[in-house]
């Protein structure tokens, strides 16, 4: 046997050996590189324009982490606390302390159990850097890391790692974050107690959170200072004066401010080259975010149907976003509060006119042009489809001024056709709606209605864009960012500066787009849009009323607002004039406080002319209802209007498609190139032309009463003077034309003509009015 045990001994002996050099090669060998390098990874701090705090978010898995400054000693009372609460013998031993693993293993061996642990700091260095399972093995390759990094490091290296490491509770990392987050301090002003009580948190960061369980946490404080007394790594006096001095724990910061901007910019740090920020100050203005906020909750509690909102307000100067309001509640699970409807895609109905109606302009239309608001029918890849307007109604030749302050679809979509669709989605896209990214061929002609998605950012940068004079510029939602070191980073930008539409045309627009009279006959005068001051605006209802906008500018503030219900659910016959025009209203109102309006439009730069409303053209004294209209130099109509030259009364020349228009409204009118003996309007036996029998109107939720009226159009033998309209009790006495408007009240009504000394109607009409949906 003897033989096989001194075998069984060299052998051991020889793995030993064998062990111990692969040992001391593994500890001499050069340490990784990079193996020390760690980024500052702070909580982001995200502030208002005047420094105030949003909110701290930490922004990465790692938590936050604020290294201690670079160029100063570690703090000597953070060190005499760290030591005297985790290595005592830390300046003497190599990194592993044979006296703590002798204690360890005897306790073990007597009590049965762990009593107190035997890693140094360098050990708990070697964790933290190379993590590794908590066993046995786990350990003795901790020890060899720990052996390895104080045969490479210095001490002071070694501690200076350990205390930007250490985890000091939930996700914060080292001394010097903790001193911030406990004390609002550097680590190097800290007292000898409150050092103490940092070092007594990396035993128990959970169990003695002092914002939490101060008085544990204190207790635990007290000891640690009693242990650095007692090692003489603090003076009896000091020890004695600090141990009763109260640790002035600063209060918790619980800001919950601007909550979406804050998420989508934490989101995007890296995108805006900010990925080293621990401070990011925001654009937004506290008072204002606030007020927008409440403004957006007491429009919804005021009116039920209304889903959710959201809001952006931005500075037209410079860019900035000075409020921005994702949800009505951002806590709100039920509601989808957290989705951000600044920066989701939804339809915007007609609020993407306003573009097609700048490219018009540049391209040689006028305020003046006349498009035809009759029936068309387009095809399209899914089939023909048939625009209609949002009162149902066909206005014939409409002025294009009227046509977008009215937001007629049907003009909208002529104009659509004959600029080409591929042209007006080249605009929209260099204005800013990089959402539109499919082909014309998707949208059509549709595309000024609003059936691609687009951002209510995008809209707000758009609209500014205009207030610009056609210029699209970039918004600036950070003003400007800082490291941990409190270094400035540059900020990035989303794009470079690009016109999108010529500044006269764009002057135009604006002029058209703030004109409350064109606007009235839709909305009526007092409508959501009419401010104490000029603004230019435009509102926008998708299909089925799921989404209603309103956007628009001043010279000082762009306002852009969305109303509607994230999970896509129709509102009650609410359109972007009663459901987002209020809510801009008071916006903009509150976004103007303290500023003195400029003027939107300097009119000294446009010619005026008179014009017929039919044509366009200069108007002759036959032309009815002739209207004084601005134009840009050089474009003002110089043609006489041709369709009244044969004087009052007589039939006017109207281009063919407007001749059934023309008939239905009671319009004597002819083909343009065709005599006026031609024209049979109005002969014949007397017959309701409108409304006709069994038609039926719908009322739509949002518009004036009298934007609504059922229009009346008779046409009755030559010579008669006087007729009478008879609609259940309501009673209506006309002359020529013959025409007039009816109440739109709901139901089925029976229409009735007499002519003087008749004994029975002249001619009769049914038709039915239906409520909104």
Request: proline share 8%; aromatic share 6%; hydrophobic share 45%.
């Amino acid at each position: 046997m003897r033989p096989a045990l001194a075998r069984l001994a060299a052998a051991l002996a020889g793995l030993s050996a064998v062990a111990a050099l692969a040992a001391a090669v593994f500890v001499a060998w050069p340490l990784p590189d990079g193996l020390l390098e760690r980024r500052p990874v702070a909580a982001v701090r995200f502030t208002d324009r005047d420094g105030g705090l949003l909110r701290e978010v930490a922004s990465r898995a790692d938590g936050r982490s604020v290294p201690l400054p670079r160029g100063e000693p570690v703090p000597p009372r953070v060190r005499a606390a760290f030591l005297a609460a985790e290595d005592a013998r830390f300046d003497r031993h190599p990194g592993v302390d044979p006296l703590a693993v002798a204690r360890a293993g005897w306790q073990l061996v007597r009590y049965r159990r762990v009593v107190s642990g035997a890693s140094t700091l360098t050990m708990q260095l070697a964790r933290a850097l190379v993590p590794h399972p908590r066993t046995a093995a786990g350990k003795a390759v901790e020890a060899l890391w720990a052996l390895r990094l104080e045969a490479h490091l210095g001490k002071d290296e070694l501690l200076r790692a350990y205390l930007d490491r250490v985890p000091l509770g939930g996700d914060l990392f080292g001394v010097e974050a903790a001193a911030g987050l406990y004390f609002g301090r550097p680590a190097r002003t800290l007292s000898a107690a409150q050092a103490a009580l940092l070092a007594g948190l990396a035993r128990a960061p959970s169990a003695l959170d002092p914002l939490r369980r101060p008085e544990a946490s204190r207790e635990r404080a007290l000891a640690v200072l009693g242990r650095m007394e007692a090692l003489g790594l603090v003076g009896a006096e000091e020890a004695r004066l600090t141990r009763d001095a109260p640790l002035d724990l600063a209060a918790p910061a619980r800001s919950f401010e601007a909550p979406h901007l804050v998420d989508a910019l934490s989101a995007r740090l890296g995108a805006l080259g900010l990925d080293g920020a621990a401070e990011v100050e925001t654009a937004i203005d506290r008072g204002l975010q606030r007020d927008v906020e409440e403004i957006v909750r007491a429009e919804l509690a005021g009116d039920p149907r209304l889903g959710n909102a959201a809001v952006i307000v931005v500075d037209n100067a410079s860019g900035e976003v000075l409020a921005y309001v994702g949800s009505a509640d951002f806590l709100d699970a039920a509601g989808l509060g957290q989705n951000d409807g600044v920066r989701a895609r939804r339809q915007p109905g007609s609020a993407l006119k306003p573009f097609a109606y700048g490219l018009a302009l540049a391209r040689g239309w006028t305020a003046a042009s006349v498009l035809s608001d009759v029936e068309v029918r387009l095809a399209t890849p899914t089939g023909d489809w048939v625009p209609r307007n949002y009162d149902r109604r066909a206005h014939g030749p409409v002025p294009l001024r009227a046509a977008l302050q009215n937001s007629y679809n049907v003009p909208a979509v002529r104009l659509a056709e004959a600029l080409g669709p591929e042209r007006v989605l080249r605009t929209l896209r260099a204005a800013g709606f990089e959402s539109l990214a499919e082909g014309a061929d998707r949208y059509g002609a549709g595309v000024v209605l609003g059936n691609g998605d687009v951002t209510l950012r995008e809209l707000a940068r758009a609209y500014r864009g205009i207030a610009r004079g056609g210029v699209l510029e970039p918004l600036r939602e950070v003003r400007a960012a800082r490291d941990a070191a409190g270094r400035p980073l540059p900020v990035g930008r989303e794009l470079a500066p690009r016109r999108f539409l010529p500044a006269g045309a764009v002057a135009l627009l604006a002029d058209i787009l703030s004109d409350e009279a064109a606007r009235a006959p839709a909305f009526g005068v007092h409508n959501a849009l009419r401010l104490p001051f000029p603004v230019a605006a435009k509102t926008g209802t998708s299909r089925a009323y799921v989404d209603n906008w309103t956007a628009g500018y001043t010279a000082e503030r762009t306002v852009a607002v969305w109303v509607g219900s994230f999970d896509g659910r129709p509102m009650q016959g609410v359109s972007g004039i009663t459901g987002a025009g209020p809510v801009f209203a008071r916006v903009m109102v509150r976004a103007m406080r303290g500023l003195e309006p400029a003027p939107l439009v300097d009119r000294r730069r446009f010619v005026r002319a008179r014009v017929c409303p039919l044509t366009g053209l200069r108007a002759g004294p036959g032309c009815p209802g002739a209207l004084d209209e601005v134009f840009l130099p050089g474009t003002a109509p110089s043609a006489p209007c041709a369709a009244h030259a044969h004087g009052p009364g007589a039939p006017v020349a109207l281009a063919p498609e407007l001749l059934a228009w023309a008939r239905a409204e009671g319009i004597a009118a002819v083909a343009d190139g065709r005599a006026p003996g031609d024209a049979g309007a109005g002969a014949g036996a007397p017959c309701v032309l409108l409304p006709a029998d069994g038609d039926e109107y719908l009322v739509e939720a949002g518009y004036p009463e009298g934007a609504q009226g059922i229009p009346l159009r008779l046409a009755l033998p030559p010579g008669t003077a006087r007729a009478e309209v008879r609609v259940g009790e309501e009673r209506l006495a006309l002359g020529p034309p013959f025409a007039a408007r009816l109440s739109a009240r709901p139901g089925r009504h029976r229409l009735e003509v007499w002519l003087p000394g008749g004994a029975a109607p002249a001619a009769v009409s049914t038709f039915t009015v239906r409520g909104a949906p």
